[in-house]
């Protein structure tokens, strides 16, 4: 089907103005936001909740507004187990790339939550949708992965704010993942996430809470006009 190529007007509208409340709850959801290991409760995730929290994952900016991504829901347990021991597979070839004094360390962290959440979402990003030429992604062809992330981080602050974690999980092959899940080879698989309700969270990120890096600070990392000479 063609494009339509008709113009439409479109007028902007006054811009809302959040007050002092409403602000303040969206830095506190930032702030209190973290990367669930295995803190997750067996109660489902209610399909409105789930509902509100996919809705504003597909309100995130897209280039070209492609909305490239797509939401597998993954519940069944035989899935989920062959998932796991796709997991334990490249955990176990990720732990030997650390240096013996963070091996204990890395095996305590339990990574994932593939089996104790009671939900798993793949959050993947459609290549060709939008067709060859995408506005916006003329000149980088990765326009559509940063927009699927921004979709992922949207879909973690709304979840946070629902009262329901997440966890990325990241240490997998891509090929195993994408023969259990049967994705095409022109989606690429850009997070697999594991959701459920959770009642406690580490007061700061596991990583720093327990050692692993310190948190950098804020001005460490801002620079005026261009990149910092030494």
Known sequence: MPHDTTVQTVFPQPARRFDEFERQALYDIIDARRDVRNEFLPDPVDPATLRRILAAAHAAPSVGF???????????????????????????????MFGEDRRALYRSLKLEGILTAPLNICVTCDRTRGGEVVLGRTHNRDMDLYSTVCAVQNLWLAARAEGVGIGWVSIFRSNDLRELLGIPDHVEIVAYLCAGHVDELYPKPELEARGWRARLELDSVIHEDAWPTP
């Open 66 to 96: 492609m909305q490239p991504w797509d939401f597998l829901l993954i519940r069944d347990p035989d899935r989920r187990a062959a998932i796991h021991a796709a997991f334990l597979r490249a955990n176990a070839e990720a732990e030997q």
